[in-house]
């Protein structure tokens, strides 16, 4: 992972002291924030001998966030406790409430299992898992979730790693977990592993919305059409946003994904629809989706747009704040 020298090269234990230890929790244990993220660009360039897709995309993270809460245990092993809160906890969150395993098919699990693998760790660690962040969305639930908890479990486990050396680790559960090592606004290329930061982006603010239904990554990018001419775009839309040209960001953003987004799902082109009506300027899929987002110039923009696609029934709707650094890392 490229990524800023200080950061990467820092032991996570220095920098772990921004999230704290879990109030009311035991000595050793450790509460996490997992942000959800934005790809204000998502450029598919080509597919690779892998089988992945070479891309390029622009990632802010968001005020959205699941908590995990990191507790270690004598025994070895890992366990899992899952909730959910929020816009999709209670009753009014069922739509959103897709299937998050409790086992070693969740990101969490695999995550912690991997570095107790790499670090010869004998112990356990027992994790609870808020869900504040819809699944199969396109918005890096599980993918902030596996990183946040590579950093809090070096931390309980004494690991001293840099930041850097846990990335790597994250890189083989996903494609978009290095970038929530970045601690900011990053460019991400290759298959996702090649993080590039970048600083002074304006202030900005987003109403994200999702429907009722996911869909799978693997299958809009099975379908899509990769456009090797949208290379660059990322660094133009950061540019645009350094300069606070809110409006020339717009023009450039694009997501490659959103055609074959838009193909396998009716619901993904009513919400786009909606949002256009309701007020969003330039409205667009993130990630594979199904969830959509529109920047706003203000909070207050975002929160009336949000009432508005409430108003039409639409199960979840965050108006939510661009983080200047990632929730993971405070």
């Excluded at 390029?56 to 270690?72: G, K, N």
């Amino acid at each position: 992972m490229a990524s800023g020298v200080d950061a990467a090269s820092q032991p996570v234990q220095r920098r772990v002291g921004l999230w704290g230890s879990a109030p009311g929790e035991p000595p050793g244990a450790v509460l996490v924030h997992a942000p959800a993220k934005l790809n204000l660009t998502l450029s598919v360039l080509a597919r690779r001998p892998d089988r992945f897709h070479d891309l390029e995309s622009l990632m802010v993270a968001v005020s959205l966030q699941d908590t995990l809460i990191l507790r270690p245990t004598q025994a070895a092993g890992i366990r899992l406790g899952v909730r959910f809160g929020g816009r999709i906890g209670g009753t009014a969150g069922a739509a959103l409430r897709r299937d998050v395993p409790a086992d070693g098919r969740n990101l969490v699990v695999r995550a912690a299992e991997l570095l107790a693998a790499e670090a010869g760790v004998s112990g356990g660690l027992e994790i609870e898992l808020v869900k504040e962040i819809p699944s199969g969305a396109g918005l890096g639930g599980g993918s902030s979730d596996a990183a946040a908890v590579l950093r809090a479990a070096a931390v309980v486990w004494g690991v001293d790693w840099p930041i850097a050396r846990l990335a790597e680790l994250g890189a083989r559960l996903g494609s978009d977990v290095p970038w929530f090592f970045a601690d900011g606004p990053g460019i991400v290329s290759g298959r996702g592993e090649i993080v590039t930061p970048v600083a002074g982006l304006s202030a900005l603010h987003a109403v994200i919305a999702c429907p009722a239904t996911g869909l799978s990554t693997a299958l809009v990018y099975s379908q899509c059409r990769p456009e090797p001419e949208q290379l660059g775009s990322s660094a133009r839309v950061a540019a645009a946003l350094q300069a606070g040209d809110l409006r020339q960001a717009l023009k450039l953003m694009h997501n490659t994904l959103e055609v074959s987004a838009r193909e396998l799902s009716a619901e993904v082109t009513r919400l786009l629809d909606d949002m256009r009506v309701c007020g969003a300027v330039k409205p667009m899929l993130t990630g594979s989706g199904s969830a959509c987002f529109a920047l706003t110039g203000s909070a207050t923009e975002a929160r009336r747009i949000a009432a508005r696609l409430d108003g039409r029934g639409w199960p979840g709707v965050f108006a939510v704040r661009i983080r200047g650094g990632n929730a993971a890392a405070g």
